[in-house]
Nanobody, 122 residues
Framework: QVQLVESGGGLVQTGGSLRLSCAAS????????MGWFRQAPGKERAFVAA????????YYADSVKGRFTISRDSAKNTVFLQMNSLTPEDTAVYYC???????????????WGQGTQVTVST
């Protein structure tokens, strides 16, 4: 069992940056690939980024490639999402998730956090 707690969301202007964190409980953090997803009002949950168990493999949705960076710190049991050049289209609740593989398919992740709101104003 893994418990995930996101933090770092908030209100930012267009062009600004935020860094999301996801703290994982337990000693098995390094056994899981980690992903970030987001869900805007009235839309389905969408893949944002994922990182492999060892951190050597990172994957991004086309919409965030070049602007967002996912990373993990196994010593701190934490995964991060650095978000730069934010636009109003990035407004959503952001969720972190733990799974076996760093896939874009949300059904492949077993554990989810409660989400953190990111709002980008014009």
């Amino acid at each position: 069992q893994v418990q995930l707690v996101e933090s770092g969301g908030g209100l930012v202007q267009t062009g600004g940056s935020l860094r999301l964190s996801c703290a994982a409980s337990g000693r098995t953090f390094s056994s899981y690939a980690m992903g970030w997803f987001r869900q805007a009002p009235g839309k389905e949950r969408a893949f944002v980024a994922a990182v492999s168990r060892g951190g050597g493999g990172t994957y991004y949705a086309d919409s965030v490639k070049g602007r967002f960076t996912i990373s993990r710190d196994s010593a701190k049991n934490t995964v991060f999402l650095q978000m730069n050049s934010l636009t109003p289209e990035d407004t959503a609740v952001y969720y972190c998730a733990a799974g076996v593989l760093p896939t874009s398919n949300p059904t492949q992740y077993m554990f989810w956090g409660q989400g953190t709101q990111v709002t980008v104003s014009t």
